[in-house]
């Protein structure tokens, strides 16, 4: 002990210089506070986390049926990014077209809206009486709100500029020079999409996958607004967690535990340096 | 028509060409950075949109204008640009297998260009594990393996070292003489010009301003860029040129009399060893070359900034027309 805080002395004096003196107080104590409000609430949600009982009110009924809704929207939601979200993102990082600046824009105003903005929206144009909702009803029969693909389809609407905009910079920065030397090798756009383009964006893609996923986890406002919040069809982990903080607040609290855990396993994903090469 | 390569192309500001090529010629591309021989080829591939017209074997590429990867063309550009993420085999494989070459063929085709080249023990490796030279390799079988009408090489020696840029040099020699497409070159260096080329042309500010057999056109330059390419003086006076190689300049540092028919006079700009002797710029109303003898340099006492006369006999001065070449 003495030992090391020696060295650690002499080692201070002979190296002197190189700093511009003490933070400041009025810097240090917002900065603080600051800290302090993000992290005592986490800390106090695992601290009153009821462990105890923990996996017995993971197993009940409702949290059960709101863990694999939550599992399925989620993956749809992913699935559908990749599906209708890449060729947007190819789109706008390749072809120049009028108003690719404006549906750049458009495309990514979900990132601000609030999500209860969003799900009126998901209404007027997918609800019974909506722009497309009512000839879907009249002519088909089908009513999207209020089911499940209702839970998806609002999930993919606040989630999907998250990939687009990941992918699009991913697309960007793996260089359209590839694309030209393809197209001199007798590739087609499609091949070259499918061979080069994509396999190089491969690091974007994951990462918009995962914050994709991560955005429809969490997604409450555009899917209690337009899904609704009925068990075992729209209700996903977070409308539960509004339904148990009135009726039973430790349901909540296990459910919140959970959702913390995968968020947390989200961030270290993204903060691996594999996705973030690109 | 012309079973080889006749283009009349112009990008709007930047280049205009009318040049011809004949099957299995390869030709030289040179001119100063920015002259337009990188759009050229980039024009030719139909990688930049372009006016004009050009055919190759008799085929039109731009009436209807022919999308890229129709035209027949192999491009290996500088910096190579191999795909990273797929090993030396499959990049090779990439072209043949685009055009709908069974997979199995495509890869043994790849693997023989490969062998070709001397890197086919290499074929599993990405470029990111591969030299420059090695890449660069590969990047000329991958331009190859399509069996294009045209090779468009873009400066493939740039960048390597001098010991790998001529073993690379003499193997693009011997696979170009095998190679019965037209390949257009392009180079910063008199020695490709010279030994691969049997056609140069010379690109100076967007403009082809001279077209000809690499000596013909090294004995008779037009443009101080290839005359300093091949090491000769240049001078232009109402469309007759005069060129004189340095050796054959006489410094002094009073005007000279007697014999010496051209004159100048100027300021010494730089010296630099030149193979036994020293090479200086001198520049006055012209930009000249003069190679002297280190014992000359210091008896003169020739430093930056000395004003001296350069003087050359008229026998040593070979004269030419603009319309000659």
């Not at chain 1, 506070?33 to 609430?41: E, H, K, Q």
């Not at chain 1, 491969?202 to 607004?225: D, M, Y």
């Not at chain 2, 003499?170 to 080329?197: F, M, N, P």
Request: proline letters at 6%; charged letters at 15%; a neutral charge.
């Amino acid at each position: 002990m003495r030992t090391a805080d020696g060295g650690r002395q002499s080692h201070r004096g002979a190296v002197t210089g190189g700093t511009l003196g003490r933070p400041p107080f009025a810097l240090l104590v917002p900065a603080c506070l600051a800290a302090a409000l993000l992290v005592v609430p986490l800390v106090t949600l695992v601290l009153d986390t009821p462990w105890g009982d923990f996996w017995h009110q993971i197993g009940s009924h409702p949290v059960r049926q709101a863990l694999w809704l939550t599992t399925l929207a989620s993956l749809a939601t992913v699935m559908a990014c990749l599906v209708l979200g890449t060729p947007l993102a190819w789109l706008l990082a390749r072809i120049e077209f009028r108003g690719r600046a404006l549906l750049r824009a458009v495309v990514l105003v979900p990132l601000v809206l609030p999500p209860v903005v969003a799900g009126v929206a998901l209404i007027t144009a997918l609800g019974r009486t909506g722009v497309i909702g009512r000839p879907l009803d009249a002519w088909f029969g089908v009513t999207l709100p209020y089911t499940t693909w209702a839970v998806v389809i609002a999930h993919t609407f606040v989630s999907m500029p998250f990939y687009v905009l990941a992918v699009e910079g991913a697309l960007r920065s793996s260089g359209e020079e590839y694309d030209a030397v393809a197209a001199t090798l007798g590739a087609d756009r499609w091949t070259t999409f499918r061979r080069v383009s994509l396999p190089l964006a491969l690091p974007g893609v994951v990462a918009g996958a995962a914050l994709a996923w991560a955005r429809s986890l969490g997604e409450f406002g555009a899917t209690i607004t337009f899904a609704g919040n009925y068990p075992g069809t729209t209700q996903t982990m977070p409308t539960l967690i509004y339904t148990e903080l009135q009726s039973d607040p430790m349901v909540a609290r296990t459910v919140s535990m959970v959702l913390l855990v995968v968020s947390i396993a989200v961030l270290a994903l993204l903060r691996n340096r594999w996705l973030t090469r690109a | 028509m012309s079973a080889g390569l006749v283009a009349r192309l112009e990008v709007p500001g930047r280049v205009h060409a009318e040049v011809t090529a004949e099957p299995g010629e390869v030709v030289a591309v040179i001119g100063p950075n920015g002259a337009g021989k990188s759009t050229l080829l980039k024009a030719v591939a139909g990688l930049v949109p372009s006016r004009g017209e050009i055919s190759v074997g008799g085929e039109s590429w731009s009436q209807p204008p022919r999308p890229v990867r129709d035209r027949s063309v192999g491009m290996a550009f500088q910096g190579q640009q191999l795909f990273p993420h797929l090993s030396a085999v499959d990049n090779v494989a990439f072209g043949p297998r685009s055009r709908g070459v069974p997979r199995e063929h495509a890869d043994r085709a790849a693997n023989d260009w490969l062998e070709r080249f001397g890197v086919g023990d290499l074929a599993r490796r990405r470029p990111g594990q591969l030299s420059g030279g090695q890449a660069q390799r590969v990047s000329i079988a991958r331009a190859l393996a399509t069996d294009p009408r045209l090779l468009l090489l873009d400066e493939p020696f740039a960048g390597l070292d001098i010991g790998v840029a001529t073993a690379l040099r003499l193997e693009l020699a011997r696979h170009l003489t095998s190679y019965d497409g037209i390949t257009l070159l392009v180079t910063h260096d008199a020695i490709d010009a010279l030994t691969l080329a049997d056609q140069v042309w010379v690109l100076d500010a967007g403009e082809v301003v001279q077209v000809g057999p690499p000596a013909e056109v090294a004995a008779q330059p037009r443009t101080d860029h290839v005359a300093r390419l091949v090491g000769l003086n240049v001078l232009e006076d109402q469309g007759r040129f005069m060129s004189f190689s340095p050796t054959l300049v006489t410094v002094s540092l009073a005007e000279p009399t007697g014999s010496a028919r051209h004159r100048w006079s100027g300021v010494v700009t730089s010296l630099a060893p030149h193979g036994d002797a020293i090479r200086l710029l001198v520049t006055g109303e012209r930009d000249l070359l003069a190679d002297v003898t280190p014992a000359a340099v210091a008896e003169l006492e020739l430093v930056p900034g000395r004003r001296v006369w350069l003087s050359v006999k008229e026998t040593a001065v070979r004269t030419y027309r603009a319309d000659s070449a």
